[in-house]
């Protein structure tokens, strides 16, 4: 198997040339590779009654591969399956890896400094692919209740250590959120029925 580059030469966020044409001349990409993420929704998706929603949000603009999603992804969820179970959280990816990360080789040996000069459009052939994760952007998703929650932040602390950027946890109380929006709503109708 090749082996893969340092994800260093690929973190900075650049300008997408990933246009598809359906005239092959105009195409910088001929062919795409597949996703190696599995999964987007684990756990239990039917249920939206969580007391709490925690966020994995990104510290700095930057692009994450594929594979370190998936890898998180995976990580992540044994933690909650194994303490947790399987219907007791429900967990998002909620990025997609749209973004075409390609390398145009350089020849080496012997003549090499001659093969590597005026080549016509040279991005250079597709490697893999990656999310575009801007600064605060959610990565991963994850509703538990309030008894699984210690757990849960475990289990995102691990998931982050596998991305390759500095994260935060956000905790959201959903009891809070639905209480406010309940007394606007008591509110509005008591500011109709004055009017």
């Given at each position: ?16 040339y ?12 001929k ?8 999964r987007?929704?684990?756990?239990n ?7 709490y ?53 350089l ?18 052939k597709v ?9 605060n ?19 995102l ?21 639905k ?8 509110r ?8």
């Amino acid at each position: 198997m090749a082996k893969l580059r340092k994800f260093v030469a690929y973190r900075r966020m650049e300008r997408p040339y990933t246009r598809k044409s359906k005239f092959r001349a105009k195409a910088y990409i001929k062919s795409v590779p597949v996703c190696k993420i599995v999964r987007y929704v684990m756990g239990n998706p039917q249920r939206n009654d969580f007391q709490y929603k925690l966020l994995l949000r990104s510290k700095v603009d930057l692009q994450i591969r594929d594979i370190a999603i998936e890898s998180a992804r995976q990580t992540s969820n044994r933690v909650l399956e194994k303490i947790v179970g399987k219907t007791e959280y429900k967990y998002i990816v909620r990025v997609y890896p749209h973004h075409m990360l390609r390398e145009n080789p350089l020849a080496a040996g012997a003549g090499a400094d001659r093969m590597s000069t005026g080549m016509k459009m040279s991005f250079g052939k597709v490697i893999g692919i990656a999310a575009r994760v801007f600064k605060n952007q959610p990565v991963f998703e994850l509703q538990c209740n309030k008894n699984n929650l210690a757990t849960a932040k475990i289990a995102l602390k691990k998931a982050a250590s596998k991305i390759p950027c500095s994260c935060r946890i956000e905790v959201i109380d959903n009891a809070k959120k639905k209480s406010v929006s309940q007394a606007k709503l008591v509110r509005a109708k008591v500011e109709e029925a004055a009017a």
